[in-house]
């Protein structure tokens, strides 16, 4: 069974309205969280490092107070995207490292369409 | 910055085949270096991990080489069959301490015939 759980698994929003996904990590406690965004056809493209407790850390060119990120707890981890585009379209996938060795564990990703 | 090729956007070989795929690198040696599989419209699963001081990785059918003078890893599936059929990432940490916060390269569309 799936290890890192997201939700919503599709979601369709007008442009303009923000839209929250969550990652859930199950059965495990993960300090550390990362978010990617993959567009079709390309492969993933880290956005952020969520930490539990302090600020996400973002990767060059993806804009922070637009893709806000809350990691409020051991298992959970909380993506919003903020006034959202049509442009903004895309698989959104979490990822957690495992409880142990080097395993990371993927959720099974969120399809987002702005019309 | 660190850069991941991997050169084949898409393979196509005949069922029974062996698949080598492959996977090169710039820049630093990973301590790590992972392979995944993504299915459309799934998440990607992880395979293998092969550290710095491991030359070759086996599990099952797969078999995972790295090469830090090249800066190249090799990813092989013998005896293919057609549900291998996928795209295989190459992935690498960029932490250099854990395998936790990794980037991605483009990865190869793998398409096993009958």
């Known amino acids: 069974g799936a290890v890192v759980s997201q939700h919503p698994s599709r979601v369709i929003c007008k442009s303009g309205t923000s839209v929250k996904i969550e990652c859930r990590s199950l059965?495990?406690?993960?300090?550390?969280m990362f978010w990617y965004r993959q567009f079709p056809k390309q492969s993933l493209m880290l956005m952020a490092t969520s930490n539990e407790g302090s600020k996400a850390t973002y990767e060059q060119g993806v804009e922070k107070d637009k893709f806000l990120i809350n990691h409020a707890s051991l298992t959970l981890s909380t993506l919003t995207v903020t006034s959202a585009h049509p442009e903004d379209s895309s698989f959104y996938i979490c990822?957690?490292?495992?409880?142990?060795?080097?395993?990371?564990?993927f959720g099974e990703g969120s399809w987002l369409t702005v019309v | 910055s660190q850069k991941i090729e991997q050169n084949s956007e898409a393979l196509n070989i005949q069922e029974g085949k062996t698949a080598t795929l492959t996977c090169n690198y710039t820049n630093y040696s990973p301590a790590y270096l992972q392979w995944y599989r993504q299915d459309p419209g799934r998440g990607p699963v992880f395979l293998l991990l092969?550290?710095?001081?491991?030359k070759e990785k086996r599990k099952e059918r797969l078999k995972v080489t790295f090469d830090t003078t090249l800066k190249q890893s090799l990813f092989h599936i013998t005896a293919s069959q057609p549900a291998d059929s996928a795209t295989y990432l190459c992935?690498?940490?960029?932490?250099?301490?854990?395998?936790?916060?990794?980037?991605f390269g483009s990865g190869t569309r793998l398409s096993i015939r009958p």
């Open positions: 990822s957690a490292p495992g409880g142990t060795g080097n395993t990371i564990y």
């Open positions: 092969i550290r710095e001081n491991e």
């Open positions: 059965d495990f406690q993960a300090t550390t």
């Open positions: 992935a690498l940490d960029m932490s250099g301490s854990s395998a936790s916060k990794i980037i």
